[in-house]
């Protein structure tokens, strides 16, 4: 017998039965059908859009991550120029090419230069937007396509993540419902996750040198969040 | 690894004697538990998450041939492959057949203890392939040729002057003068070394936190980025994971996540969560061309249905390691295998056999404190008084230890003369501890009196007192 059969029959055996049946298995397709959320937090569930980008931040601080709120998507280019000064960084930008990024006056600042597509081994900061923020531990989440290079995630040591207000959330389940939304749109088969959905929550680390917390074990040692609030925010 | 399980007093002697690891031991009780403590303080949902989190696994579990075939028939239709493994080796010879599809020659790796388990780097390597472990105490312990000693912070037994002893022996195209005693320093020169093997990997291994049957996903969660990288960068990305860590959909594993890395490491969450679907889709400027997924019983589907199936719920979040004082006491590598600690005392004879692993059950205080911290609540205890029994069913115990319980047995089954039996017992032993209420040396309970005093019996049996007090109240 080969492999696959034999411990597909192992596990019947085990459980002293055949294979389930239509209506024994019933219960289980149903469980993925209906992929009903589980017990979710109070933490998050009673705030409102205000409250919710409150937590975030306050969460994504508490694990080393970097906020800078701005008022509108005008405001985008200068707090990434000042962030980038105020470090001492270098003004080459390494930006996903994902349009969502266009709306933010980026000529304003002519001192930033820009390439856009993913990440190369020397690139030292990068700027990606993202699919959602949870506020409910001051994650973000990303999300991998053709305009969105995963890289850009991961190599260079300083990550600047645009975030509309709009996008935060309070659990992850309410994220999950949204990709899935998203993700219905463009059903081909086998499509209904993007290749890599990353959750992120502050920058890389390591506490495995006598438990002493490092960051930038391998992935950016800076993440610096640039969250747009207003009115104008929904619509860029 | 060769499992030295049987020789476990020997290897307890050594740790208990080894001051290097009695400092680095001392780092962790300081660490992980009183960060578990906070976390969980401040979500007041916890113990509902934890009964959720074992309903989750238990379901799956009853349903679990149902669960992987599912999860089979997403991957595929994502473009990945799935790979069934009854066994370690092979395990070993379908990755090893995938890695040469592409003649590959270094293969970097995420932590997996299922790679520790059947032990991938020795065979590759006797391959002619370069595995090259990229969690930094994974590669610390690679570079020393260790096995782990713990399942989340591998290189815990260690202090910071080992490791740069080792990485100035094997960095040495680096200046000999560079400065290197500082944990920074040494994070640092890891991440410069690493960076390159993962730009130059053929082929990336990652283990699985979670395997997704709705979506054929597999989840990965590391605070380092160095689970990613090793997926993302190569042409080949396999996950190899244990056939239990599928979970029926994203919302499922969601909940379980809220419990791991609180129990882990005391964060809310860990840095990377990861879900992977699939190899690169068209037009996606990166990711791996190949998608492969093994998945190895290697004796668990011989668990179900019997009294250890509640290990099978085991997330592998360590805090029953943590807060477990013989763990605590003589670190990991004493257990003699790859998973140390309670979940490892359960978990090792099931896998490796009672006749050589049979003294792990039997290193427990039965305190009950991993049980009290199990996030997935498996009754650690419990299922390590079963592999005792078998132990004992099976011949396998010590004949004094089997003469001794014989012997009890004899007066339990006479309930009168074991009570006058107790009760002169308890009146000798006091009067010879001579009023000092215990004993520093007593003859035949050496194992005992070695290490502890044994308290004197004072006064009268249980039973008599019982007795006494019926009648006072009476
Ligand atoms: S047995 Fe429980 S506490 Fe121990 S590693 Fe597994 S899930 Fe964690």
Same mark, same amino acid.
Request: proline share 10%; no cysteine.
């Given at each position: 017998m080969d492999a696959r059969s034999q411990i597909l029959d192992s596990i019947r055996k085990s459980l002293k039965?055949? !294979?389930?049946?239509?209506?024994?298995?019933?219960? !289980?397709?149903?469980?993925?059908?209906?992929?009903? !959320?589980?017990?979710? !937090?109070?933490?998050?569930?009673?705030?409102?859009a205000k409250g919710l980008g409150d937590l975030f931040v306050r969460m994504a601080e508490e694990v080393q991550a970097t906020v800078t709120r701005v008022a509108a998507p005008a405001d985008v280019p200068g707090a990434v120029a000042e962030y980038l000064t105020s470090h001492n960084l270098p003004a080459d930008l390494t930006m996903a090419p994902d349009p969502t990024l266009d709306v933010y006056p980026w000529d304003d600042r002519p001192l930033l230069r820009i390439r856009r597509g993913r990440a190369q081994d020397l690139d030292q900061v990068s700027v990606t937007g993202a699919f959602a923020a949870i506020a409910e531990t001051g994650t973000l989440m990303l999300i991998s396509g053709n305009d969105r290079p995963t890289t850009l995630n991961l190599m260079p040591d300083t990550h600047i993540v645009v975030l509309r207000a709009d996008q935060v959330v309070g659990p992850y389940e309410t994220a999950w419902q949204r990709l899935r939304a998203e993700q219905a749109g463009n059903a081909q088969p086998g499509n209904t996750m993007p290749r890599t959905v990353n959750f992120i929550t502050g920058p890389s680390r390591t506490g495995d040198i006598e438990q002493r917390i490092q960051l930038g074990a391998h992935g950016p040692r800076r993440l610096h969040i640039v969250l747009v609030e207003g009115p104008d925010a929904k619509t860029a | 690894m060769?499992?030295?399980?049987?020789?476990?007093?020997?290897?307890v002697r050594d740790a208990l004697d080894d001051n290097t690891l009695q400092r680095a031991l001392g780092n962790m009780k300081t660490g992980f538990i009183g960060k578990r403590a906070a976390a969980v303080a401040r979500l007041p949902e916890f113990e509902a998450l934890r009964d959720q989190g074992r309903a989750i696994k238990n379901h799956t579990l009853e349903n679990l041939d149902f669960y992987l075939e599912t999860f089979e028939r997403n991957v595929t239709n994502a473009g990945g492959h799935v790979h069934w493994a009854r066994t370690a080796e092979e395990a070993r010879q379908l990755i090893l057949g995938i890695c040469r599809t592409v003649d590959a020659k270094t293969v970097t790796k995420g932590k997996s203890m299922i790679s520790e388990e059947i032990a991938l780097n020795d065979f590759l390597e006797a391959e002619g392939l370069v595995p090259v472990e990229t969690d930094l105490g994974e590669y610390i312990i690679q570079l020393r040729h260790e096995a782990p000693s713990h399942i989340i912070a591998p290189a815990i037994h260690l202090l910071k002057g080992q490791v740069e002893e080792v990485f100035r022996a094997t960095h040495t195209d680096l200046p000999a003068d560079r400065p290197l005693g500082e944990v920074h320093e040494l994070t640092d020169e890891a991440r410069?070394?690493? %960076?390159?093997?993962f730009l130059q990997a053929d082929v990336g291994i990652t283990g699985a936190n979670f395997l997704i049957a709705e979506t054929g996903s597999t989840v990965i969660v590391t605070n380092e980025g160095n689970g990613d990288l090793t997926q993302t960068l190569p042409k080949i990305h396999i996950v190899l994971a244990s056939l239990e860590k599928v979970v029926p959909t994203l919302e499922d594993a969601t909940g379980i996540l809220r419990l791991l890395a609180r129990s882990a490491t005391g964060q809310e969450f860990s840095t990377y969560t990861t879900f992977s679907t699939g190899p690169r889709r068209p037009g996606d400027p990166d990711g791996p061309g190949e998608f492969h997924v093994v998945l190895l019983d290697n004796g668990r589907t011989a668990m179900l249905g019997t009294e250890f199936q509640d290990m099978l719920r085991c997330i592998r979040c360590s805090a029953c390691l943590n807060h477990c004082p013989v763990y605590q006491s003589v670190g990991g590598h004493a257990y003699g295998w790859v998973?140390?600690?309670?979940?490892?005392?359960?978990?090792?004879?099931?896998?490796?056999?009672?006749?050589?692993?049979?003294?792990?059950?039997?290193?427990?205080t039965f305190c009950g404190k991993c049980e009290s911290v199990c996030p997935m609540r498996i009754p650690l205890p419990k299922m390590m008084r079963h592999w005792r029994e078998r132990e004992y069913e099976q011949g396998l115990s010590p004949a004094p230890f089997r003469a001794g319980l014989k012997l009890?047995?004899?007066?339990?089954? %006479?309930?009168?003369?074991? %009570?006058?039996?107790?009760?002169?017992?308890?009146?000798?032993?006091?009067?010879?501890?001579?009023?000092?209420?215990?004993?520093?040396?007593l003859p035949l309970a050496g194992g005992w009196?070695?290490?502890?005093?044994?308290?004197?019996?004072?006064g009268k049996s249980f039973m008599q007192q019982w007795q006494a007090r019926r009648r006072e109240a009476a």
């Open positions: 039965r055949g !294979p389930l049946g239509e209506a024994a298995a019933a219960g !289980p397709a149903g469980r993925i059908a209906s992929h009903a !959320p589980g017990l979710i !937090p109070a933490r998050t569930t009673t705030l409102d | 060769q499992p030295t399980s049987h020789a476990f007093k020997a290897n410069s070394v690493l %960076r390159k093997q998973y140390p600690g309670p979940m490892g005392s359960v978990l090792t004879p099931s896998l490796i056999g009672v006749k050589e692993a049979g003294n792990l059950p039997n290193a427990s009890w047995a004899f007066f339990a089954k %006479r309930p009168k003369l074991y %009570r006058f039996g107790a009760g002169l017992a308890a009146r000798l032993l006091g009067r010879l501890s001579g009023g000092t209420g215990r004993f520093t040396k009196t070695g290490g502890r005093d044994l308290p004197a019996p004072e």
